[in-house]
Antibody
């Protein structure tokens, strides 16, 4: 079965960088794009961007351009989200998600990684 | 960006009753809409995509409708496990965007 296993919670200082991992299993890693979506406390979901695990190409939401980097390691079937210049507003649960076969809808999700930014 | 507006913010419903949730897009998104259910401490669960297609394993008491800018999610005969937050998401344009959610609570 499809599984997306994310790394553990992080507590970061403002201005720092964080890197979250998402290990995929149960399907052909290079065939399906992975997205990153975040959710601030008590707030709605916010799409951050997408990575093609095959070629490594990415598309980021404009809001995060210049601060976010998504990468992948095909040998370990893992994708990574790095977010720089952290501020308190970046405190959120970060999810990786895999879409269904036929559209950009999220059928499989990681368990989420809490990133807390606090001085 | 396409703005997704959900209403109401909170819906109080008795078990066994029907709930109707609304989602409006700021511009036409054809039928490129999904609904998710989310419970505390869990990631979202895909219920409906392409406005009206149930995802794998979703009970038929959940149904979706609408197209263009107006969409609904109907939950017939609410069960105890259905009390949760429901969010809509458009996939018509980048960036993908979500509504703020409707909380369905026990009346």
């Amino acid at each position: 079965q499809v599984q997306l296993e994310q790394s553990g919670a992080e507590v970061m200082k403002p201005g720092a960088s964080v890197k979250v991992s998402c290990k995929a299993s149960g399907y052909t890693f290079t065939r399906y794009y992975i997205h990153w979506v975040r959710q601030a406390p008590g707030q709605g979901l916010e799409w951050m961007g997408i990575i093609n695990p095959n070629g490594g190409t990415t598309t980021y939401a404009q809001k995060f351009q210049g601060r976010v980097t998504m990468t992948r390691d095909k040998s370990t079937t893992t994708v990574y989200l790095e977010l720089n210049s952290l501020r308190s507003e970046d405190t959120a649960i970060y999810y990786c998600a895999k879409t269904i076969n036929t559209g950009y809808y999220f059928e499989h999700w990681g368990q989420g990684t809490l990133v807390a930014v606090s001085s | 960006d396409i703005v997704m507006t959900q209403s109401p913010a909170t819906l109080s419903v008795s078990p066994g009753e029907k709930a109707t949730l609304s989602c409006r897009a700021s511009e036409s998104i054809s039928s490129k809409l999904a609904w998710y259910q989310q419970k505390p401490g869990q990631p979202p669960r895909l219920l409906i995509y392409d406005a009206s297609t149930r995802a794998t394993g979703i009970p038929d008491r959940f149904s979706g409708g609408g197209s263009g800018t107006e969409f609904t999610l109907t939950i017939n005969s609410l069960q105890s496990e259905d009390f949760a937050i429901y969010s809509c998401q458009q996939s018509h344009n980048w960036p993908l965007t979500f509504g703020a959610g409707t909380k369905v609570e026990i009346k």
